[in-house]
């Protein structure tokens, strides 16, 4: 199997990030790191306890440093600088520290230098805010260009990272992110939270939609294994649209989404849905060719609830219309291409 590059795992302190570096394994199917810290007992303790979560795929957040993996207009490019970097930089900790949720999960980040510079950044206005980011993690594939980062209140006690490793397709398995597990301590009640970036449509929806069913099968597998005592979230963006999924048909309305694993389907619940099958709202997280889709999601299983969920259209996210201002490397103008999605968590 193909080695994994270490994973890190980080706490916010002061002006300063630091990693500890994780050791990794792997298996047949998947191949997989962990880190525990010494003296988690892992034991859920009783009670509830109310958690609000933003989940945003921040649109290829590079960084001002050329290491090869970039994307092309990010290369030694005139029209990407260091200025640029530090302006988008700033944007990005202004807007969370205004939706201001306990966790943070964002998509297409590059390194773990960017992790460290959002810190640094959020560390530096630190005496504004009555709360701050104590931990986060982050984790890639070696030689891909972007990884998922999570920040959070809660402490980090441990991340998993579950990569596909296939080779009975006809096809080579393409470049892909692997789904983090990240079990965060909130406080007598662990959550575990799955991070997704599953294989996008390029290439071709029909000819690439195999790889992110083997992404469904790992992720339904390892929700299977936390078991529905649990709490669990699985959030990211899936490039697969919320109604895309294999959903669950009651009285004639499609009510629940079916995640497909080798030991059967299991029922997450999906907040773009209202319990009679029809949509939460309108609009979707990413607008394209003209038409809204709805490819980021929070789904939840085991023992919580999720309520207030909405998409943020805020400004400078959105226009006036409320469709995603993307990011422009000529102009270093907008945000992202995606949405923020953000909820509450109540844990049962």
Known sequence: MKKMELKRLCQISALLLFFEILCSCSNQFVKDSAFRRSGDSG???????????????VQTFFDASTSGTEYKDFKNSERWTKEKYVKRLNKLCEVMTSLNPDIFVMEEIENEAVVQDIANTLAAGAWDNKKSWKYACFAKESGSAIGCAVFSRYEICSLRTHSLDIRNQKEGQPSSRPIMQVTLNTGGRELDLFVNHWKSKSGGEEETEIWRDWQELVLAERAFEAGPD???????????????????TSDSKKTNTLLRGSSGELIAWSPWFRKN????QETGSYYYNGEWERIDNIM???ALELSGFTTVTDSPLADEEGIPLAFKIYTGEGCSDHLPLKCFLSLI
């Open 43 to 57: 034991n859920k303790g009783d009670g509830s306890r109310k958690v609000s979560l933003v989940c945003w795929n």
């Open 277 to 280: 099958g029809e949509f939460a």
């Open 300 to 302: 939840i299983y085991g």
């Open 230 to 248: 649990s709490a669990l979230v699985m959030c990211g963006d899936f490039n697969r649209s919320a109604e895309d999924f294999v959903l669950q």
